[in-house]
């Protein structure tokens, strides 16, 4: 029977990863995701978990190091941050386009400059295109849940990707939830062991990373991309198996009294505990709004999206993240793509907020929420609004 | 692979454009790129393995009566067996093609 | 010196790990090290290799030139995905996953991809003791992009971004000592190659993945670790000289003590070789392209410097 402890997101972390039973844990530290990998250092250190810690020199280095151990059949985990995700930027495409089913937990905080510690999505953002299967979440057990269902979306043969867990940095790392962990024989049979088709070895060899003239690259570009699409039906498939074994189902994204909302709000990660409240408050008073959490971020669950937000009016995405001088909002501009060819679509507003580490009350989802219907009836002349920025 | 490479469709690729099969680059003809070739004379040839020792395309191959020679499929007519020979029993010449 | 003085080929095996039909240019020095140092590997070796000159004329798509596993992912990584294959392969057999089996593991990258970009990655491993060779075949200068300088770039070179000009001699800066970084971190046995000492080369190769084969023979008393090898790569398209000379050039960098020949095993210095009067430099510069605007005073110059550094290395070799 599944124990349920009151953890440090964080360590629960680093727990999932030991019940997945890592080979090689890659370790650079950085903020706010460096609990993950200390706690990982103790679980070695006093025998508790079978693994090779190599405490690396750099975040680079980490996924690098990542890339070997999984080439040669190793069940892989590194984590990191911010600073540290940018600086492996290159190795990420590698992990992905090499096939290599790393599994690293990012715990997403700002990026410099001015150097901030604190959690957004701009690192997540910045690495959209890297090819990674990349699932946010939104408390505690998600993270736990979702680190575990990683390994085994991953690792299954008709995927061979590494999976991102995005969490938000501070606001859930350096939480302490109450966490149901699952018993370690429910997690074997839960997560089957790792058998890569064409490891690196001696007995039959082979060659891994040649380089691709123009004639041979965009047929390794579109293999690639049929395969992360693909894989959506085993991230599906996983998130079933795992409800019926354990209780707690997941999906693409996750509709809180939206079915008949005129107005919807999309949020991922943390915040989306908080627009909860909002919607709960301003249904009380009778407005007709509704959430969307949106979960699996890649491969982009176009469905889903088109299904949850057809009945709506008036769509509201709030972005942690901004990418400057575009659109501003990554989510949504990728969300307005979505429906753009969609006979019956809503208005869609773009909000950008909770830049790093900037907190959003529920009141502030309300404030959110009452501009956005206003901007939708109005119209606007900014692309978007930033929320909460002192003028 | 049998196709040439570009005609090889997204399927065709392994997964992560992995090569399962090991060396197959030695199919490639490097012999097309020389302007000289080396001449073996037996009668000179000790049989001492410098020349196979120090071919950078690892293409001398010893004959039935333990001389060397190098396999023009892959010679690139560098001249470096000529020049390391130690009885000179390798000239350089010309290729005529 | 009696190592020379046998020569037995029939030691050598015939098998080619790094196959004919590689696109490196005609008369590289490089591929010749490349393929001597397999001899040595044997097939028991996985190849971490970086981008650079060896990477890319044996891995071109959809073939390779590799008969053993062979992995390249990107330029500046190599020790570090060295140092995740070791530390996989040695988890994996501990688990029971694996068969116990001796497997080196073996990084490979160019002067650039060692002590400018992957300086760093290297130091890491060192520093953490994975039991894997790392060799560095140091042609000098980013030859695979077209001649650029690196810090392996020796002074007075010609490069194409350090070339000689109207008011420069090319290369400003003296070659950085890598062999003597590697020292620096302790590491249980590094030496320095040649290609045209083929023999010398193979055994030290041997020698730099026996670390853990010793330390097993010793029943782990013996600490395994890290080796690394700096192979002296003479290459004509860059240095600027006929093919048919690659092995001559190398035994004179050899000979008038520019690239000096030694290991260092447990921080003890030997010397492979030594001449009690050294060639003089010019013998070495004068017939590379790379060199011939050199004035006189800066041959000499270099001839200087050369002694100095040559006396150094003697001095803690005695």
């Given at each position: 029977?599944?124990?349920?402890?009151?953890?440090?997101?964080?360590?629960?972390?680093?727990?999932?990863?030991?019940?997945?039973?890592?080979?090689?844990?890659?370790?650079?530290?950085?903020?706010?995701?460096?609990?993950?990998?200390?706690?990982?250092?103790?679980?070695?250190?006093?025998?508790?978990?079978?693994?090779?810690?190599?405490?690396?020199?750099?975040?680079h280095s980490a996924m690098s190091a990542c890339l070997g151990a999984s080439a040669v059949g190793a069940r892989t985990f590194t984590a990191t941050a911010g600073q540290g995700l940018e600086l492996m930027h290159?190795?990420?495409?590698?992990?992905?386009?090499?096939?290599?089913?790393?599994?690293?937990?990012?715990?997403?905080?700002?990026?410099?400059?001015?150097?901030?510690?604190?959690?957004?999505?701009?690192?997540?953002?910045?690495?959209?295109?890297?090819?990674?299967?990349?699932?946010?979440?939104?408390?505690?057990?998600?993270?736990?849940?979702?680190?575990?269902?990683?390994?085994?979306?991953?690792?299954?043969?008709?995927?061979?990707?590494?999976?991102?867990?995005?969490?938000?940095?501070?606001?859930?790392?350096?939480?302490?939830?109450?966490?149901?962990?699952?018993?370690?024989?429910?997690?074997?049979?839960?997560?089957?062991?790792?058998?890569?088709?064409?490891?690196?070895?001696?007995?039959?060899?082979?060659?891994?990373?040649?380089?691709?003239?123009?004639?041979?690259?965009?047929?390794?570009?579109?293999?690639?991309?049929?395969?992360?699409?693909?894989?959506?039906?085993?991230?599906?498939?996983?998130?079933?198996?795992?409800?019926?074994?354990?209780?707690?189902?997941?999906h693409p994204l996750e509709c809180y009294h939206s079915q008949d909302a005129r107005v919807l709000l999309l949020t991922m990660g943390s915040f989306s505990e908080t627009a909860m409240t909002a919607i709960d408050t301003m249904r009380r008073e009778g407005k007709n709004v509704g959430l969307i959490k949106l979960r699996?971020?890649?491969?982009?669950?176009?469905?889903?999206?088109?299904?949850?937000?057809?009945?709506?009016?008036?769509?509201?995405?709030?972005?942690?993240?901004?990418?400057?001088?575009?659109?501003?909002?990554?989510?949504?501009?990728?969300?307005?793509?979505?429906?753009?060819?969609?006979?019956?679509?809503?208005?869609?507003?773009?909000?950008?907020?909770?830049?790093?580490?900037?907190?959003?009350?529920?009141?502030?989802?309300?404030?959110?929420?009452?501009?956005?219907?206003?901007?939708?009836?109005?119209?606007?002349?900014?692309?978007?609004?930033?929320?909460?920025?002192?003028? | 692979?049998?196709?040439?490479?570009?005609?090889?469709?997204?399927?065709?690729?392994?997964?992560?454009?992995?090569?399962?099969?090991?060396?197959?680059?030695?199919?490639?003809?490097?012999?097309?790129?020389?302007?000289?070739?080396?001449?073996?004379?037996?009668?000179?040839?000790?049989?001492?393995?410098?020349?196979?020792?120090?071919?950078?395309?690892?293409?001398?191959?010893?004959?039935?009566?333990?001389?060397?020679?190098?396999?023009?499929?892959?010679?690139?007519?560098?001249?470096?067996?000529?020049?390391?020979?130690?009885?000179?029993?390798?000239?350089?010449?010309?290729?005529?093609? | 010196?009696?190592?020379?003085?046998?020569?037995?080929?029939?030691?050598?095996?015939?098998?080619?790990?790094?196959?004919?039909?590689?696109?490196?240019?005609?008369?590289?020095?490089?591929?010749?090290?490349?393929?001597?140092?397999?001899?040595?590997?044997?097939?028991?070796?996985?190849?971490?290799?970086?981008?650079?000159?060896?990477?890319?004329?044996?891995?071109?798509?959809?073939?390779?030139?590799?008969?053993?596993?062979?992995?390249?992912?990107?330029?500046?990584?190599?020790?570090?995905?060295?140092?995740?294959?070791?530390?996989?392969?040695?988890?994996?057999?501990?688990?029971?996953?694996?068969?116990?089996?001796?497997?080196?593991?073996?990084?490979?990258?160019?002067?650039?991809?060692?002590?400018?970009?992957?300086?760093?990655?290297?130091?890491?491993?060192?520093?953490?003791?994975?039991?894997?060779?790392?060799?560095?075949?140091?042609?000098?200068?980013?030859?695979?992009?077209?001649?650029?300088?690196?810090?392996?770039?020796?002074?007075?070179?010609?490069?194409?971004?350090?070339?000689?000009?109207?008011?420069?001699?090319?290369?400003?800066?003296?070659?950085?000592?890598?062999?003597?970084?590697?020292?620096?971190?302790?590491?249980?046995?590094?030496?320095?190659?040649?290609?045209?000492?083929?023999?010398?080369?193979?055994?030290?190769?041997?020698?730099?993945?026996?670390?853990?084969?010793?330390?097993?023979?010793?029943?782990?008393?013996?600490?395994?670790?890290?080796?690394?090898?700096?192979?002296?790569?003479?290459?004509?398209?860059?240095?600027?000289?006929?093919?048919?000379?690659?092995?001559?050039?190398?035994?004179?960098?050899?000979?008038?003590?520019?690239?000096?020949?030694?290991?260092?095993?447990?921080?003890?210095?030997?010397?492979?070789?030594?001449?009690?009067?050294?060639?003089?430099?010019?013998?070495?510069?004068?017939?590379?392209?790379?060199?011939?605007?050199?004035?006189?005073?800066?041959?000499?110059?270099?001839?200087?410097?050369?002694?100095?550094?040559?006396?150094?290395?003697?001095?803690?070799?005695?």
């Amino acid at each position: 029977m599944a124990k349920r402890v009151g953890i440090e997101v964080s360590i629960a972390i680093a727990e999932a990863a030991k019940l997945a039973n890592v080979d090689v844990v890659a370790s650079y530290p950085i903020t706010p995701q460096t609990h993950i990998v200390e706690h990982l250092a103790q679980l070695v250190a006093d025998g508790d978990l079978d693994a090779a810690y190599i405490p690396v020199e750099s975040e680079h280095s980490a996924m690098s190091a990542c890339l070997g151990a999984s080439a040669v059949g190793a069940r892989t985990f590194t984590a990191t941050a911010g600073q540290g995700l940018e600086l492996m930027h290159e190795v990420l495409y590698i992990a992905s386009s090499m096939r290599l089913p790393i599994v690293m937990a990012v715990a997403n905080r700002a990026l410099s400059a001015p150097l901030s510690v604190w959690g957004d999505h701009s690192d997540a953002m910045a690495v959209r295109d890297t090819g990674w299967i990349q699932i946010f979440t939104e408390n505690g057990q998600e993270v736990v849940d979702n680190v575990l269902c990683a390994f085994r979306i991953a690792e299954d043969q008709r995927v061979l990707l590494p999976v991102m867990i995005h969490l938000d940095g501070f606001h859930l790392s350096h939480m302490v939830e109450p966490i149901f962990l699952p018993e370690p024989a429910e997690v074997d049979k839960f997560i089957p062991p790792y058998q890569h088709p064409f490891p690196l070895n001696p007995d039959k060899p082979v060659t891994m990373g040649g380089f691709g003239p123009p004639d041979i690259y965009s047929e390794a570009k579109k293999a690639q991309e049929v395969n992360l699409t693909a894989a959506k039906e085993v991230i599906l498939q996983c998130w079933n198996d795992f409800g019926s074994l354990f209780g707690r189902y997941y999906h693409p994204l996750e509709c809180y009294h939206s079915q008949d909302a005129r107005v919807l709000l999309l949020t991922m990660g943390s915040f989306s505990e908080t627009a909860m409240t909002a919607i709960d408050t301003m249904r009380r008073e009778g407005k007709n709004v509704g959430l969307i959490k949106l979960r699996l971020w890649r491969p982009f669950p176009f469905k889903e999206i088109r299904q949850a937000v057809k009945n709506a009016e008036v769509l509201i995405v709030l972005d942690r993240a901004l990418s400057f001088g575009g659109p501003g909002g990554p989510v949504c501009s990728e969300i307005r793509s979505a429906l753009y060819n969609e006979d019956k679509k809503p208005k869609v507003i773009s909000f950008i907020g909770g830049l790093g580490g900037r907190d959003i009350t529920s009141v502030g989802f309300e404030e959110i929420i009452n501009r956005g219907i206003e901007i939708s009836q109005t119209g606007s002349e900014q692309e978007f609004e930033m929320f909460g920025v002192r003028e | 692979m049998t196709k040439p490479e570009g005609m090889l469709t997204w399927k065709d690729l392994q997964i992560g454009s992995i090569v399962t099969e090991p060396g197959s680059a030695s199919q490639y003809q490097t012999g097309d790129w020389r302007s000289q070739r080396p001449i073996y004379d037996s009668s000179k040839c000790i049989k001492c393995g410098i020349c196979y020792i120090f071919c950078p395309e690892g293409c001398i191959e010893q004959n039935d009566e333990g001389y060397f020679e190098a396999n023009l499929f892959y010679c690139k007519g560098c001249g470096i067996c000529a020049r390391e020979c130690w009885t000179q029993a390798v000239t350089m010449v010309e290729e005529e093609e | 010196m009696e190592k020379y003085a046998i020569f037995v080929p029939r030691l050598v095996t015939k098998k080619e790990i790094f196959a004919p039909g590689h696109r490196a240019c005609i008369g590289c020095g490089e591929a010749l090290a490349v393929r001597l140092a397999c001899k040595s590997l044997g097939r028991n070796s996985i190849i971490v290799n970086a981008t650079g000159c060896m990477e890319v004329i044996s891995s071109q798509l959809p073939h390779t030139s590799w008969r053993v596993p062979w992995i390249h992912t990107l330029f500046e990584n190599t020790a570090a995905v060295a140092s995740g294959v070791e530390a996989g392969l040695k988890v994996m057999t501990r688990k029971g996953r694996r068969p116990a089996q001796d497997i080196n593991v073996v990084a490979m990258a160019g002067d650039g991809g060692t002590s400018d970009i992957g300086l760093q990655a290297l130091s890491g491993a060192l520093e953490r003791g994975h039991n894997f060779l790392y060799i560095c075949f140091d042609n000098e200068a980013y030859m695979n992009t077209g001649i650029q300088r690196s810090s392996a770039t020796p002074f007075g070179a010609s490069t194409t971004t350090s070339p000689a000009g109207k008011v420069s001699i090319g290369q400003v800066t003296w070659k950085k000592n890598m062999p003597a970084i590697a020292a620096a971190h302790d590491i249980p046995y590094l030496a320095t190659a040649c290609p045209s000492y083929p023999f010398d080369l193979m055994a030290k190769v041997a020698k730099g993945v026996a670390t853990d084969l010793m330390a097993k023979v010793a029943k782990g008393v013996a600490t395994p670790g890290p080796a690394y090898i700096h192979i002296l790569s003479t290459c004509p398209t860059g240095w600027r000289f006929a093919p048919d000379l690659a092995i001559r050039i190398g035994r004179l960098a050899v000979e008038t003590g520019i690239f000096p020949l030694y290991e260092v095993e447990d921080g003890r210095y030997k010397l492979t070789f030594d001449l009690p009067k050294m060639r003089p430099v010019t013998d070495y510069l004068k017939i590379q392209g790379r060199f011939r605007h050199l004035s006189e005073e800066t041959l000499e110059e270099i001839q200087h410097r050369v002694d100095k550094e040559y006396a150094k290395l003697t001095e803690k070799a005695a």
